[in-house]
């Protein structure tokens, strides 16, 4: 059964500090995985996407990594600013060609605090 | 260049009752795929329009229906709605000839009451 995990279900740091977040799956066959970020109540916005080659991949203070061995990708956010509060969503999309179905996680609420 | 829009943005509808829900792709995209997010979860796939033909669907009952128009827009409809149908509603456009990339939408919150 495809399937992504993440972890912590919810997070609290202080502004300025790092934080990592962790997303474990099992889809097959693998075709990408994303990091989205997402404001309550408002749609998705892609952070980075990664495919079965790439390991890491920067975008500002957001870098993601990908372990295709182990199934295994992070998010880890640098300097954390009060708008990074928000649902981090990680995605990873099955198929090879044509449709790809994407399979979503339940995210990981994160909170910034002053 | 506007990015993917739907609307309304927020609607109040009673049980029973019937919805349409409209999704505006950004320009380039061919293929249009709406999802149903619940309070606190990940967003569910509903189906994808690709070509004015519904290409996949996901585990969602009959009640849920959609078309996608010429000019690439699409609308979701969904029919005797019930309590458990009120979520956040997402539209994705995807670009032409790039079928592992999507484009949210701001989303359409709806209510049953």
């Known amino acids: 059964k495809n399937q992504v995990e993440q972890s912590p279900q919810s997070l609290i740091i202080l502004e300025g500090k790092n934080c990592t977040l962790q997303?474990?799956?099992?889809?097959?066959?693998?075709?990408?995985l994303r990091w989205y970020k997402q404001d309550t109540g408002r749609g998705p916005v892609s952070l980075t996407i990664?495919?079965?080659?790439?390991n890491t991949k920067s975008n500002g203070r957001y870098t993601a990594t990908l372990d295709a061995d182990t199934k295994q990708s992070s998010l880890h956010i640098t300097a954390s600013q009060l708008s990074d509060s928000a649902s981090y969503i990680c995605v990873v999309s099955a198929g090879n060609t044509g449709f790809q179905k994407l399979v979503f996680g339940t995210g990981t609420r994160l909170l910034v605090s002053p | 260049d506007a990015g993917v829009t739907q609307s309304p943005t927020h609607l109040i509808k009673t049980r029973g009752q019937q919805v349409t829900l409209r999704c505006s792709p950004k320009s380039g995209h061919d293929t249009v795929s709406w999802y149903q997010q619940a309070l606190g979860q990940g967003p569910q796939f509903i189906f994808q329009y690709y070509e004015e033909e519904e290409r996949q669907r996901g585990n969602f009952p009959d009640r849920f229906s959609g078309h996608q128009f010429p000019n690439y827009s699409s609308e979701l409809n969904v029919n005797a709605l019930l309590l458990g149908d009120s979520a956040l509603y997402l539209c994705a456009s995807t670009p032409r000839g790039v079928s592992y990339e999507q484009y949210f939408g701001p989303g359409t919150r709806l209510t049953v009451t």
């Open positions: 990664m495919t079965f080659s790439e």
């Open positions: 997303c474990n799956y099992t889809v097959s066959p693998f075709s990408n």
